[in-house]
């Protein structure tokens, strides 16, 4: 048994199949993967990782295990399936996720390749440990695969007090000990057992109130933006192929940057924070609704219209839309009066949550600071927007308070 030290649990026992993980390729390469991207431009101290990450993932699964009275193959197919569960991340985490995906068909939970032919399928062979049912539950597939991934799992549990210790925000601060022993499995379902309405409301809030101040910073949205465009053109230029880039960790994407000729600029500019700025940053009720379902290709099209009306270089222009607002955690299963209920049925909190959700979501354009002024008011000839009712970031000099930061 190994005991590790860690920033958020403490302590953590891993011992069996864990164990033999840890020292995989598959689950080093994990250190070289911050957990946040590049939301460290914003907070300077979250630089953890994917590593203690799923040495977070597996703990709180183990203590889940117990409280459940999961024991035998069940369970260590399990403690497999909670360390193995980020091995399919590619650098930067989820930025570049949608890249990766449209050019290997493959997102980050989709891991059955990864966990043949090479030593993890060697270390959970000497556990009689078939791979393609740990991939199925890291997949969340099957009952037990709700653990994993699913509205209540210990992913979100773990990554939510995780990065709130990092970035030093208050607000992902769960009760993780509470949600893992009010865990039940209730007609195939993982649910929180009876009187935990509030137990399940704290985990979507705690969400809720991440996302506008950590996850979707509109400093963190920018550089990602700007990774996501370094990185299209990277694959581009032939650099390097997706199904590389895919098994690459930070470090090696970030020398591809900067030693290929068509991306060192970005390179240049992530590496010294030299960043674009919001040219315009709208609400969801002021975008047409031809731009919230428009595709890659259609996005890439609007910028092209957007730097031709504005005279400025196609690369000065990012149009970033997120997806549109949801809230998983709020078809949480609770138990009331004995009947397991959806949360958003019982909970008055579902419906002001998702309406401060909808509230926040922006849409934002970005580009070099000396010509965000043009580009905004191209971007409201080309999608039709209202600019005056708009925020527009052309502002002059170093800001210091953490909005602006």
């Not at 950590?214 to 370094?230: E, F, G, T």
Request: charged share 30%; proline share 3%.
């Amino acid at each position: 048994m190994a005991t590790i030290k860690d920033s958020v649990h403490d302590h953590i026992a891993v011992e069996g199949v864990a164990e033999d993980l840890l020292d995989t390729p598959e689950v080093q390469r994990l250190r070289r993967i911050k957990q946040l991207g590049t939301a460290e431009l914003v907070y300077p101290s979250a630089n953890h990782t994917r590593f203690e990450h799923s040495l977070g993932v597996y703990h709180l699964a183990t203590q889940a295990l117990e409280h459940l009275n999961l024991e035998g193959r069940t369970a260590e197919r399990l403690r497999a399936a909670a360390i193995l569960h980020d091995v399919g991340h590619c650098p930067f985490s989820h930025n570049i996720e949608d890249i990766v995906a449209r050019h290997t068909g493959k997102m980050h939970d989709e891991v059955g390749d990864l966990l043949e032919g090479g030593e993890v399928e060697r270390v959970l062979a000497l556990h009689d440990i078939d791979p393609g049912t740990v991939a199925d539950l890291v997949a969340g597939e099957g009952e037990f695969g709700q653990l994993v991934s699913g509205e209540l799992d210990v992913d979100r549990m773990d990554y939510l007090v995780r990065d709130a210790h990092h970035t030093g925000v208050p607000y992902g601060t769960i009760d993780t000990g509470r949600l893992v022993r009010e865990l039940r499995f209730v007609d195939g379902e993982l649910v929180l057992a009876e009187g935990n309405v509030q137990t399940a409301e704290s985990l979507l809030l705690a969400r809720a109130l991440m996302n506008p101040v950590v996850y979707n910073h509109h400093v963190a949205r920018i550089s990602k933006a700007m990774l996501r465009r370094a990185t299209e053109a990277l694959l581009d230029a032939g650099a390097v192929e997706p199904r590389e880039l895919r098994r690459m960790d930070d470090r090696d994407l970030t020398v591809a940057l900067r030693t290929c000729g068509a991306t060192a600029e970005f390179a240049r500019m992530l590496d010294t924070r030299d960043l674009y700025k919001r040219a315009v940053w709208a609400e969801i009720r002021d975008v047409p609704e031809a731009v919230l379902e428009a595709d890659h290709e259609a996005i890439r099209e609007y910028e092209r219209d957007i730097a031709d009306r504005a005279n400025v270089d196609e690369e000065a222009v990012i149009l970033d839309v997120p997806s549109r607002p949801k809230m998983r955690e709020s078809t949480s299963r609770v138990v009331v009066n004995g009947e397991v209920r959806k949360l958003d049925s019982q909970s008055t909190m579902v419906k002001a949550l998702r309406r401060a959700q909808k509230e926040q979501w922006r849409m934002g354009v970005y580009a070099p600071e000396d010509v965000a002024e043009r580009v905004g008011q191209a971007t409201e000839d080309v999608l039709g927007l209202d600019l005056e009712a708009l925020v527009v970031d052309v502002r002059k000099g170093v800001n210091t308070t953490l909005d602006e930061y």
